[in-house]
C-alpha cells in the first residue's frame, strides 16, 4: 500500500495494519487533528468521487469491509478532551480518542469521573468507533451502553457538511432524540468527529466477587438465575473460563462502602447455597482489569476471529456452556450474564462457523462478525431481515449517501 495523499509508508497506524490484515487493500490513508481537517477530507474524497472508510482502531471492524478502499480516514487524530463540565457531569471529547484515555483524564480531575464504557481493547477502542460499532463490556449491566450515555454527536456527512444531533448536556436535549442515529452505523452514514457523554462520579468503594464452580455440576445457572432475580445491584456480571475446569461467575460491586459490604454478604450466602466457592478481589483498577481480561481478544494475527453472540439473557449460561464445547482452543469465551452477549474469539476457524451460527438461531438470537478476514464475510448473511434492509436500510443510504461514499450497510 502506497499513502498517496499524506504521508509514507512508516507512518501507516495499526488500524490501518488490521484492516490490510483483514484483507481490506487501502490505497491512501489520511488522519486529520480536527473536526474541520476531518470535514475538507470527507469534502475532497466527495469531489474525487473516492470511496471512504472511516476508522478508529480497529477493535470492532465488524461486517462493513470492503475488498479495498479509495482513502482511509483515520481518526485516531482527533484525540482530545474539548471540554469538562463536572457540575452538570458531561464531557465533550473527540472522536478518535481512546476510552482507557478519556477515563485516564477524568480521573484526575476533582475527585475523579469516569465514562463507563468499557468495550474490548479499550487502550485502543476510540469512542467515536465503540458508538458507531454499538460496542460494549461488562458494565452495561448497570450504566447501559453508550447509547445510554451519548447527549449530542457530531460529525461529517457524505457530502462533506458539518451534522450535529442533541447537545451538550442534558437540559439542552428537547424534542425527538435522533443522538442514537449513528449508533451502530459502522461508518455507513458518516463520520463521527465529537460526542458529548454523560459521566459519573467514581464510587467510593468497589469489589469484584469471585464465585467458581466445577464445570457441568448445574450451580452454575442456578446461581446466574437467583442472582438475576435477587434486589443486589451489581455493575457487572461476568461468565468466564477458569483454571483447572472450573468456571468462573465475577460479579462487580461499587457504591457506599457500607451498601458494597451488605451486598457481598449477600452475594456469598448466594453461593454458598448453591455450592460455589467465593473470594472478594477489593480495589476499583483490579476490577476492572479484572473484567476485561477475558473480553480481550487473543494477540492479533490472521488467523484470529471474534464473534458476539447475541441470545436472549435466560439462555445465557445454556450457550456459553455449548460454546466452550463446540469451540477449539485457543479460545475464549465470556458472557455478560445480564443481557445475554457471548464474546468469542479463537484462534482459527475451523469449520465452526456454522456450528456456533446455528446454536445461536436454536436460541431465537444471531452472531455478529466483531474481527473475521472479508474473505469469511463474503458469505456471511446479514443478521437484518430483507424487509428491514429493503425499507430502512437501502432507503437511508439512497437519501444520505447516493454516490455510496461510504461503505455500504451489511
Not at 191 to 206: F, G, M, Q
Not at 276 to 292: C, H, I, K, P
Request: aromatic share 4%.
Amino acid at each position: 500500500m502506497v499513502n498517496e495523499t499524506s504521508g509514507k509508508r512508516d507512518e501507516v497506524g495499526p488500524a490501518i495494519e488490521e484492516l490490510e490484515r483483514l484483507g481490506v487493500e487501502v490505497r491512501r490513508f489520511e488522519r486529520p487533528s480536527n473536526e474541520k481537517e476531518a470535514q475538507r477530507v470527507v469534502e475532497a474524497a466527495a469531489r474525487e468521487n473516492w470511496t471512504l472508510l472511516p476508522v478508529g482502531g480497529a477493535t470492532v471492524p465488524g461486517a462493513s469491509l470492503p475488498a479495498e478502499v479509495d482513502l482511509v480516514l483515520d481518526t485516531t487524530g482527533l484525540d482530545r478532551i474539548l471540554a469538562l463540565d463536572p457540575q452538570n457531569l458531561t464531557v465533550a471529547v473527540l472522536g478518535g480518542m481512546t476510552i482507557d484515555a478519556i477515563n485516564n483524564h477524568l480521573a484526575r480531575e476533582g475527585r475523579g469521573f469516569f465514562l463507563p464504557a468499557d468495550p474490548p481493547c479499550s487502550d485502543r477502542a476510540t469512542v467515536g468507533g465503540t458508538f458507531a460499532a454499538n460496542a460494549s463490556g461488562p458494565l452495561r449491566h448497570l450504566y447501559g451502553t453508550l447509547r445510554d450515555l451519548v447527549l449530542g454527536v457530531r460529525g461529517v456527512d457524505a457530502r462533506g457538511r458539518e451534522m450535529g444531533f442533541g447537545g451538550k448536556t442534558v437540559k439542552n436535549v428537547s424534542g425527538y432524540d435522533i443522538t442514537k442515529f449513528l449508533l451502530g452505523s459502522a461508518g455507513s452514514f458518516g463520520v463521527i468527529t465529537s460526542l458529548s457523554l454523560r459521566i459519573y462520579p467514581i464510587p467510593s468503594a468497589s469489589s469484584l466477587c469471585e464465585v467458581s464452580f466445577a464445570d457441568g455440576d448445574g450451580g452454575l445457572g442456578a446461581f446466574v438465575s437467583d442472582l438475576r432475580s435477587s434486589v443486589l445491584v451489581p455493575s457487572a456480571v461476568l461468565v468466564a473460563e477458569a483454571e483447572e475446569g472450573r468456571i468462573r461467575c465475577l460479579v462487580a460491586l461499587e457504591g457506599h462502602p457500607g451498601a458494597v459490604e451488605r451486598q457481598q454478604k449477600d452475594l456469598q450466602s448466594m453461593a454458598s447455597h448453591h455450592g460455589g466457592a467465593f473470594r472478594v478481589q477489593e480495589g476499583r483498577s483490579a476490577m476492572l482489569e479484572t473484567l476485561r481480561t477475558p473480553l480481550d481478544p487473543l494477540p492479533l494475527g490472521e488467523d484470529r476471529i471474534s464473534l458476539k453472540v447475541c441470545v436472549p439473557p435466560a439462555a445465557g449460561v445454556a450457550v456459553f456452556e455449548a460454546l466452550r464445547r463446540v469451540v477449539p482452543s485457543p479460545r475464549r469465551v465470556a458472557l455478560l450474564a445480564g443481557n445475554g452477549v457471548v464474546w468469542v474469539t479463537m484462534g482459527e476457524e475451523g469449520g465452526v462457523m456454522s456450528g456456533v451460527r446455528e446454536l445461536a438461531a436454536r436460541h431465537e438470537g444471531h452472531v455478529v462478525p466483531v474481527r473475521v478476514h472479508r474473505s469469511v464475510l463474503e458469505a456471511w448473511e446479514s443478521c437484518h431481515s430483507p424487509e428491514y434492509r429493503r425499507f430502512v436500510l437501502e432507503p437511508l443510504k439512497k437519501s444520505l449517501d447516493p454516490a455510496r461514499l461510504f461503505p455500504a450497510v451489511e
